[in-house]
């Protein structure tokens, strides 16, 4: 596959992803609208504030796009202009590791690795990664930044999990981390070549 396909094929990806979390920010807000004022609940989807939404959004699609690739076949729409261009390699890092440490603040503002609802896009990016052709280095060190990001993006879980059973943290942490062991490792089994 061209690095071209690859790098249009990650930008249609990461709006699908930026979609599916504007979404799941909207669906958080209107259960929270619907709490009382003087609830104790922390709302949590409301200090994500849109334009650092909307910023992160323009960044993350912005590195694709004007990545060396992409800006090489839009060279008869801008003429004799030069535009600076990133290598798709870079841009690839660091959107990857921006979609990583934003899906993990976000995480953490939403109830902890244990009560977030974006828990899923965290687990879901090294698996992209392979789909995207990210060599192995890569794609297994996004893979250990996930898994240590989740841990530590736990909040204290409620004290009636850990005084019913003290062993209830260490074993969510176990299972998921090994499902996300098993999912790197069929997805690069399994990987196109």
Known sequence: MQPVNLTMAFAVTQLFLLVIV???????????RKLSVY????RPATRTHPVLFAGFALLTLGLLIFSEEVLFYSKPVFGDVELPGIARTNAFLFVFALDILGASFLIRIT?????????????TLPVLSIFLREPPGRFLWYTFAVAALFLLVQVDMARRDIEENPNHRAAFSFV???????????GYATRPQ
Not at 111 to 123: I, Y
């Open 22 to 32: 504007f979404f799941g920010i909207l669906v958080l807000r209107a259960g929270e």
């Open 39 to 42: 609830s104790e609940s922390p």
């Open 111 to 123: 109830g902890g690795s244990k009560n977030s609802p974006f828990g899923a896009v965290l687990f």
């Open 176 to 186: 998921t981390l090994g499902c996300l062991a098993l999912s790197t490792m069929v």
